[in-house]
């Protein structure tokens, strides 16, 4: 299996709700990637987990939360968040550690919409 | 800092046409090249990857060489289909958690 899945694939939100963006592996990889990409852009990182650990942030506002419940899992906890955060979020997957050079896998992503 | 500079697009091309995407990088050391795809409402896809200089990596007709002296890995196929019309990213690891830089990616369009 060599595949990552998302839920939901579309979201529309309003600026005081709160939701949440699911990733999955079967891979048995232990690294997992947030991305944020605007349309016609590069994905962004915005969060990297290696073992269950945050490893990176990359200054992401607090209104985005991620959480790692196991190897296999990753969330994206969304609250109050801007008409500009509306983007494809994407999560990605790797082997871990921190001097791994390999390719990462990604899923199809989350279309979200901030009203 | 790591950076990937690729060629501006669009890039149209004519079915059977011969197609290059220019990829360069900066690295402080000795980075692993990739060649990912996205197509229209979908995730990357891994195209190809070169982890040393000289490697080659290939997949679909798609190839791209790891040129250190150059700080290269330009995309190349011989025979473009309609069926490649997509966003290309250049990409490059030097481990950190494996985080990748992007470059800033180039849309193809091939015409019947």
């Known amino acids: 299996d060599t595949e990552v899945t998302q839920t939901p694939k579309h979201l529309v939100m309003g600026m005081t709700n709160k939701k949440s963006l699911k990733c999955e592996q079967h891979?048995?990889?232990?690294?997992m990637y947030w991305y944020k990409q605007k349309a016609k852009k590069p994905p962004e990182l915005m969060f990297v987990?290696?073992?269950?650990?945050?490893?990176i942030n990359e200054s992401v506002p607090s209104r985005f939360s991620p959480e790692c419940p196991n190897s296999s899992l990753l969330n994206l906890h969304l609250h109050a968040l801007q008409p500009e955060d509306s983007a494809l979020y994407l999560c990605a997957s790797s082997q871990g550690g921190r001097d791994t050079y390999n390719e990462q896998f990604f899923g199809p992503g989350t279309r979200l919409t901030v009203l | 800092g790591d950076s990937v500079t690729q060629m501006e697009g669009p890039v149209t091309l004519s079915e059977e046409a011969f197609l290059t995407i220019n990829c360069t990088y900066t690295?402080?050391?000795?980075?692993?090249l990739f060649w990912y795809v996205q197509y229209p409402g979908e995730g990357l896809q891994l195209l190809l990857k070169?982890?040393?200089?000289?490697d080659k990596g290939s997949n679909k007709g798609f190839e791209a060489t790891y040129r250190k002296e150059t700080t290269s890995f330009h995309l190349e196929k011989g025979s473009v289909q309609v069926s490649d019309s997509a966003v290309y990213f250049c990409?490059?690891?030097?481990?950190?958690?494996?985080?990748?830089?992007f470059g800033s990616g180039t849309k193809l369009n091939v015409k019947p």
């Open positions: 070169a982890t040393k200089a000289d």
């Open positions: 690295a402080t050391g000795y980075p692993s």
């Open positions: 987990y290696s073992y269950e650990k945050l490893s």
């Open positions: 891979m048995g990889h232990r690294a």
């Open positions: 990409a490059l690891t030097e481990g950190n958690f494996n985080k990748f830089y």
